[in-house]
């Protein structure tokens, strides 16, 4: 299955964003290295280039020619709105806002802020004077949808072909309704707002440039202050350094601090907003963002999460990131447009859920606004936005939404185009579709009455009161002929058609050109092997270490990240199952031998800093033992002593650094941190597939300050096993789910539901979906939030045919420990005070009937707390049916450090066919997600 394959995308990009610009003070010679430094593109040096190391701009003219009106030289520049700062280069430090109130959504002393006017405040310097917030919000009034014909005559846009599509309406009403309402008032680069930037000094604005391109230690919202005043007075001396600018502006509002990233919000919404008056700085700035599949894409996908409150709770930068979007997609031409879609679609060097996010929003920004004039679009750009949905096609039902979203867009254009209709092909013209397999009929794709053939037909026009059948045939029919890829336009008409037969019979359409296809409707499309799965799976293969002769290794540091999170015993800390250290020894004895320095790294548990159960002692102890050699604990992962330790390595010697998650920076993916993890190693090796669904700083972030990266012997040897066995299962396909992660698991079940024929529920999971029937849990695991999708997930099995087993007698127990009272009752009769540990005799007799004919099982998470052995019976019993199924050619696939330590405790764990080191990794794996510590190594 292709959407497993595609799990291989780059996310070191989004690592490096997110840094702070420099303070103003220090000056160049003394500004500390900086790591998120933003990203200015190189360039060829013209003749005259300064020397390296001088600060080198990118408008092509010298202060003394600038066409600005004459001012004074620099002059304090004034406060954002919120933040005072001064002139750059000299200017006091940036104030602080109160970021803990912020991302609270409150907005402390902002009415005051706006109105400090600054003290240093200089004759001739722009000057902003904010219009303050609003009293309350109001929704911003969208222009009604203008659609241009293909000739290019603007039309409105009519509820018959826009909004009240029963396709379209509810997806315009959930989906795509997000939260594109703002203030007028409020909006940046409003004529009031605007009135208030005062023309800037040449030298200035030169000076802004320079800071900004060379990313000195400036002082940001004075320069982006005079940038906005250019952009308002001056836009076309400002147009030449947009291909520099638009990066650096997409870095900077990725900025910490929110006064910064709101003035680089603000500062690019009155560039789309000045562009109007123009056109040099409208085409310099649509090139710049169209041309956005560098780094700094992030940037603008951290202005989309903004714009949706997704990523910070501040209705100011929200408000203001809403607005910067409309204007900017109301600025963009449809191709722009169509090409920035294509871009984040198909970037490799973006997280397949960023790219579809990003493409995502877009196309619903583009969509709310209706500001595209996406009907008017000729053929090549419409195949490029088609060609653009294929990507996240493969990655898989994670992108559903996204796709539904441009799906919508590219939907909405074909029924808006009222002067084409589908009729048959011009004779001779290539047909790529296959009619016949499409219900095996020859009707004729005209029968809505479109009309004669035209010969040269390229929409779709489908009403409203059609079957879907007929509908998915004229939709195909008409994507088809304008020789849009089949995937693509099978989805598409699939999407329009959504239910019944007509998607099975686009599987075979579209199976008849070469694509085997499936789209399990109303739900995730996935796609089987074809030309794309081959594409992908030529892309997933990564360099490994084995690669790495003992000449690239000798005296090498190289930097380990293996999953050393052991199952422990609570009390004593002893390792109750040594299974993912003993894993992990191929690659550091290949290492060690090979003469390198080998510097290991792990997380254990999810500690919430140093703590001493969490410590790595016990691993260090463990693998001392296994490898046969010593393997020293640091007592941290960074500092200076563990530095100290690193340099005093010998070739072959092996370091343990201590828990990475001691620090809060690991998860958060830190770039800071990352860098400090990689100070002074090489080299980059993955081993670690049981934590390679994470992005954190040591599974990903290293990456980008080591080369070469690549992966371990047991990552490489998962991926090759899993991949195979779950791509093409042997079907009846299960998956078992249980354990105690239920908020990281239970998500993963509705992609489960698309590609199993089976799932069991087990463990912890099981009472969020009794809750979530009414029945009382007593005082058993409970995901409060995850009841709603509980019940979402019971009824897509059952609308999909999926056999869902829930257990239906527990194990109960008065407390959580091992000699608590037990007994075992109905599901229906938990009482008060008790709590379900296992799942009960008559459920493991049921789980077993319905695994009984599997081919292929998947199984994470055991049944119970088999830890106990009162309530193991559960997990044992599991073990022994798959052990059993395995010995009659059953492919039996256990994943994750508890369900591991089960089997292995049961004896069993020889008996099944495979055993995985990651659990909720497998699963992802499984889900065709991206897996982040695999997409960032290097290809093979
Ligand atoms: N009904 C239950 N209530 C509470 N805890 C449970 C219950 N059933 C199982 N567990 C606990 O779940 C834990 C394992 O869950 P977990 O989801 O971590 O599985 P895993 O196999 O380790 O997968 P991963 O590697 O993804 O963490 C065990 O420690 C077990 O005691
Ligand atoms: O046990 C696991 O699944 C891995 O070690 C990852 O742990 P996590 O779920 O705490 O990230």
Redesign the pocket.
Known sequence: MPSLLSCFCFEAVMKRDGGELARPGATPAQAPEQPDSPPVKPRALPADAPTPGAPVITLHATPATLPLPDATACTPAVAGDEEQTGCSGSAPAVAEEDQLALALGDMPGESSVDAVSHPQQAPGAPVVQSAGPPAEEEPMVLPIPKFKTAKGSPHAATSSNLGQHPRLAPVRNSTISLAFTATSESRPGSPAARATLRPPAPKALVAALTNLNTAQPVDPVADLTVIRAAAVHTPDVLAPAMADLVPVLLHTMRAPRLGTARAAIQTFSDVFQSAATSPALSAAACAAVADDSTPSSSGLLALMQKATGSDINSKRISADANNCLITMVESLPAASLIQMVYNYCSSSKMHIRVRSKAAGLLAAVAYKTAATDLPAMDKPTMSTLLKAVEPLLEAGSACVVPVRKLVVVVYSAFIAQPALHVGPPAPGSPRKGNRRSLGGTSRSPSRDGGGSSTGSITSIHVPEDKDPRTKAEEAWAGFVRMNVQPPAAAVIAATVARDGPAGAELIEAAGAEGFQFSIPLPGSFHLHRGPAYRRTAAAMVKKNVGDLSAEQLAGKVVFVRADLNV?QNKETLAITDDTRIRASLPTIHYLSKAGARVVLSSHLGRPKGPEKKSSLEPVAKRMTELLGQEVALAPDCIGEEVKKAIAALQNGQVLLLENVRWHSEEEKNDPAFAKELAAGCDIFVNDAF?TAHRAHASTAGVADYLSPKVSGFLLKKELDYLVGAVESPKRPFAAIV????VSS?IGVIESLLGKCDKLVM???M??TFYKAQGLSVGG??VEEDKLELAKELMEKAKAKGVEFVLPTDVVIADK?AADAANKVVPVTAIPDGW????VGPESTEMIKKALSDCQTILW????????FPAFAAGTNGISHLLAELTSKGATTII??????AAVEQAGLAEKMSHIST????S?ELLEGKVLPGVACLDDA
Request: proline share 5%.
């Open positions: 199952p049981g249980g354990g105690s992660k698991k087990g463990g912890g099981i009472f058993s695991l959580f709590m379900g540990l296992d994470n998470g055991p049944m119970g707390v088999f830890e994943g994750g450090g508890d369900s591991v990651g659990g909720g990794a699963l």
